[in-house]
Each structure stands twice: as structure tokens, then as C-alpha cells.
């Protein structure tokens, strides 16, 4: 099954599971593939008390290095922070899951540039290897349950040997088309969650310098043009502070930069985009990156707003 031969999804018990990135995303994906059958063999985290949190739950090898984890499974998982961190994982020489990768499948999750995920299925499949990005609009509790939105980007043939092991995965299953396309797809709706997200903190900040009952203003919301999905999820969050992470901060001004680069090479501008990114860049500059994006509203209400990022540009 290994040693370049391909690897077929068809009883996808069968099939051998690595994830490199143990962090809350990673960790919760490795669960939901184990709880519903696929043996998890190998788990590698640059904090190996993470990994092995998760390996004491799903009997996984914690291993030493990246080849190691291409070495024992037959399809791996990468969930990691950024660029630099995908193509260190995929490097071309050292300790690399390139080392191994004839033969194998990677599932690339993180929310990276486009271009990195044609660059990482360009080497991984001069290596005898697969790749394909699939990208999560979705958070930590639905990665748990295996309700992740997904979208899917690489060749249509390796979706569908992967797709099984997709549906166990997620809730709703998009293919859209080759490497680099589903990255862009995701970078543009959390742009627009981004922004959705800062005017939401703005109009609930402006209600609180009102004196308005926030209560009485997020229903108005809801039943108004000014309902949105993070109305939902972010709106209480925000009056009462409470900013517990899923989507933090700086997350959001990363994929907020993706997407704006992106318009610049279509030559597009995109004011409000840019306007929420400097928000979450401020909040960074605050040191609030760390938080949920809910956050973006300590930048908003008067009471809030950190003494270095309370002088308007």
C-alpha cells in the first residue's frame, strides 16, 4: 500500500493517518478521525506536550520528526500557522515530510497564501506523492464533530480517493476546483467576515456611547438589515467581553492580508477590507492578537480602548 503505490480510500479504516499540528484544530480533527475508525499513527507538534495530550487519547506515535510521520501513514493532515510553517513542514532538504512522500496523500488545512499550496502539491508530487488544500470555514468544536464546511482544492481524482474520509470530516464538502483555488475561496469569506465582524463592534460601540440597551439593539439587529451570521456567534461576545479564542485576531489579520494581496494583484481596491485589517492589526499592536476576534470591540467601545491605540490615524 506504501512505496509509491497509490493509496485507495475505498475501506478507509484501513488508511493510515498522520497530523502534523496539534494545536486545538489539528487535535480535534486527529480525535474525529480516530472516533470514527481511522487508525491516527503518527502526530507531530514543535510542542511534543501537545502531540502527546492527543496520542494518549488515540494511541498515535508522537513522533520525533517530520519524515517519521510520512514514513508511517498513508494519508496526512497539516494543520499549521502560516506560509513560513507550510513551507518548512514541506521543506526541500532537512527534516521535511517530503522525505517519505511517495505514495502518500497530504491534506493541506491551513489558511495560507494560494501560491504555497500550488507549490506544495508541485513538490509533493515530483516526490510520487499527492496533495490537496482543504480549507475550513469552520471552528474548533465543529472540527471536533466532524461538521467542518470544506473546500476542497487540487485534482479532481485525488478528491474523489480522498472524499470518504472528507465526508467523516465535515458537515458540507465543496470541491472547487485546481490547487490555489479553494485558498482564495477562503481568504475572501474571512474577508467578509472581517469585515462583517469590525462593523458589527462599531455599531455596538456607538450604541454603548449612546447609552443605548445593547440587548434591546442586537435583537433590532437580528430582525433587521443588520443581521449577519456574526451578529450570532460575536455579538454577546462582544458586549460582555468575553473573548474566548476560536478565531483569534491575529488569524484575522492574516487571512485579511491574504485576501488584500490578492486584490492587489487583480488591481482591485478594497477599502473596507483594509479598514478592518488595520483594526486587527492595531489590535495586535495592543496586544490583544491573542484574543478572539470578538476583540476588535475593545478597539470600539469608549470605556475599552487601549491607551496606545486610542488616537485615530
Known amino acids: 500500500m506504501l512505496q509509491g503505490k497509490p493509496v485507495r480510500l475505498l475501506h478507509f479504516a484501513l488508511v493510515k493517518i498522520g497530523v502534523v499540528g496539534t494545536g486545538r484544530m489539528g487535535a480535534n480533527i486527529a480525535r474525529r478521525l480516530h472516533d470514527v475508525g481511522y487508525p491516527v499513527v503518527a502526530l507531530y507538534d514543535l510542542r511534543p506536550e501537545s502531540a502527546a495530550a492527543v496520542a494518549a487519547e488515540t494511541g498515535a506515535e508522537v513522533s520525533s520528526s517530520l519524515a517519521r510521520v510520512s514514513e508511517l501513514s498513508e494519508l496526512v493532515v497539516t494543520v499549521v500557522s502560516d506560509d513560513a510553517a507550510m513551507y518548512e513542514i514541506f521543506a526541500p532538504a532537512g527534516d521535511s515530510l517530503l522525505t517519505n512522500a511517495s505514495g502518500r496523500i497530504f491534506l493541506n488545512c491551513a489558511t495560507v497564501t494560494p501560491a504555497v499550496h500550488r507549490d506544495v502539491e508541485r513538490m509533493v508530487v515530483e516526490r510520487g506523492g499527492d496533495s490537496l488544500e482543504a480549507c475550513m470555514a469552520s471552528s474548533i468544536t465543529q472540527a ?35 490547487a490555489g483555488k479553494a485558498a482564495q475561496v477562503k481568504a475572501l469569506v ?8 469590525a462593523g458589527l463592534a462599531e455599531g455596538l460601540g456607538l450604541g454603548d456611547a449612546l ?59 478594497l477599502p473596507l477590507a483594509a479598514a478592518a485589517f488595520e483594526q486587527y492589526e492595531r489590535m495586535k499592536a495592543a496586544g490583544l492578537g491573542e484574543l478572539d476576534k470578538s476583540g476588535v470591540s475593545e478597539l470600539t467601545f469608549k470605556s475599552r480602548r487601549p491607551v496606545d491605540v486610542t488616537t485615530d490615524k
Not at 449577519?228 to 492580508?257: C, I, N, P, W
Open 211 to 269: 447609552g443605548l440597551d445593547l440587548d434591546l439593539l442586537r435583537e433590532v439587529f437580528s430582525q433587521t438589515g443588520a443581521n449577519s451570521r456574526v451578529l450570532e456567534t460575536d455579538g454577546a461576545d462582544m458586549q460582555h467581553r468575553d473573548h474566548d479564542v476560536y478565531f483569534s485576531a491575529a488569524h484575522a489579520a492574516k487571512d485579511s492580508g491574504i485576501a488584500l494581496a490578492l486584490a492587489k494583484e487583480a488591481g482591485l481596491p
Open 144 to 178: 471536533r464533530d466532524g461538521t467542518l464546511y470544506l473546500m476542497i482544492g487540487g485534482r479532481p481524482e485525488v478528491f474523489d480517493r480522498v472524499k470518504p474520509l472528507l465526508e467523516k470530516m465535515s458537515a458540507s464538502l465543496k470541491y472547487v476546483g485546481e
Open 190 to 197: 474571512n474577508m467578509v467576515m472581517n469585515v462583517n465582524t
